[in-house]
């Protein structure tokens, strides 16, 4: 797709909507492919710029500056120009996903609700958008709609990432553990990423199959150190094995430099309870400062 963008750039380089379809493919290039955050960032924003530069008045171009502001954990200006994108193309399905998103990351379940609703309501196929959604349920204590909507969204695409990683965070704080587990399992099957397989560790640890998450740990622990989501994965996995120690490290290490896909995890680490031993921990605590979030928002959700 980069390709191809690129190529269209190239025959027009006044076409605004490639220019912003550009930025936003080169952010979502990290969450799939061994490339660091902090390699596609700068050339996102320019792209970005670009776009807007070209046509301010174009919905695609504030969704991609949204999401550059997104990244770079600026959160007010990317709600901001979110909301932009919005009120130019109303219909318009992705500036609402990303909006969504965003209320979701940043601990605002009530309001990612209303939003995420509203986008099912135009488009009930996006199936990532419904995996948020049903998270959202669960963040406000909705068990029955948040796996409902969980398991829809898995049903519209079986073997997506987010979908997988999502439903089976949602079985865990459901007290479904085996099927939980079940989810992982199937991940681990997908694929190799660091932050992916983290997750299922904590969640098969969470399930009581210790040895399993101990294999996923070692796995990710002979990665190399520079590998995008390395440090995220780890802290899953420290976390679900009970040694906050290392996972505080990995934390750390995340938070120094472009983020490491870490603070995308806070959310469904709070919802399954893994962070509570840590939130009066200053270590901690200076985390969520780095990708200002604010702790009150994840502590005021209701528990079980």
Same mark, same amino acid.
């Given at each position: ?43 996102? !924003? ?12 174009? %919905? ?25 994108? *919005?009120?130019?193309?109303? %219909? /318009? ?19 990612? *609700? ?15 958008? %419904? ?20 398991? !829809? ?16 965070? *949602?079985?865990?704080?459901? /007290?479904? &553990? ?19 397989? /983290? ?46 120690? &290392? ?18 995890? *806070? ?5 399954? /309870?893994?962070?509570?031993?840590? !939130? ?23 528990? !079980?």
């Amino acid at each position: 797709a980069r390709q191809l963008f690129e190529r269209a750039i190239a025959r027009d380089p006044g076409f605004a909507r490639a220019h912003a379809a550009l930025a936003s493919t080169l952010l979502t290039t990290p969450y799939f492919l061994p490339v660091r955050m902090a390699a596609v960032l700068p050339p996102a !924003r320019a792209a970005a710029e670009r776009a807007l530069g070209l046509a301010d008045s174009l %919905a695609d171009a504030h969704a991609a500056m949204g999401y550059v502001l997104a990244e770079s954990f600026d959160w007010p200006r990317a709600e901001a120009e979110y909301r932009r994108a *919005i009120a130019l193309d109303p %219909a /318009g399905a992705e500036p609402l996903y990303r909006l969504g998103n965003l209320l979701v990351v940043t601990g605002r379940a009530d309001e990612a *609700i209303q939003v995420l609703e509203s986008l099912r309501d135009r488009d009930p196929l996006y199936s990532v958008a %419904a995996s948020f959604l049903a998270a959202s349920y669960a963040w406000v204590g909705r068990e029955a709609d948040a796996l409902a909507e969980g398991r !829809r969204a898995l049903a519209l695409e079986p073997n997506g990432l987010p979908q997988l990683w999502i439903l089976s965070v *949602i079985y865990d704080w459901a /007290g479904q &553990r085996d099927s939980a587990a079940a989810l992982a399992r199937r991940k681990l099957t997908l694929t190799r990423a660091p932050a992916r397989i /983290g997750l299922a560790a904590m969640i098969l640890a969470d399930a009581g199959d210790r040895a399993a998450a101990e294999a996923v740990t070692r796995q990710i622990e002979a990665t190399p150190p520079g590998l995008f989501g390395r440090e995220a994965g780890l802290m899953h996995a420290y976390l679900g094995l009970g040694d906050t120690a &290392r996972a505080l490290d990995a934390m750390e290490r995340a938070a120094a430099g472009d983020g490491d896909l870490l603070y995308t995890s *806070i959310t469904s680490l709070f919802l399954v /309870g893994e962070m509570q031993p840590l !939130r009066d921990n200053a270590r901690f605590l200076a985390v969520l400062e780095r990708y200002h979030l604010d702790p009150e928002r994840f502590y005021r959700r209701s528990t !079980r």
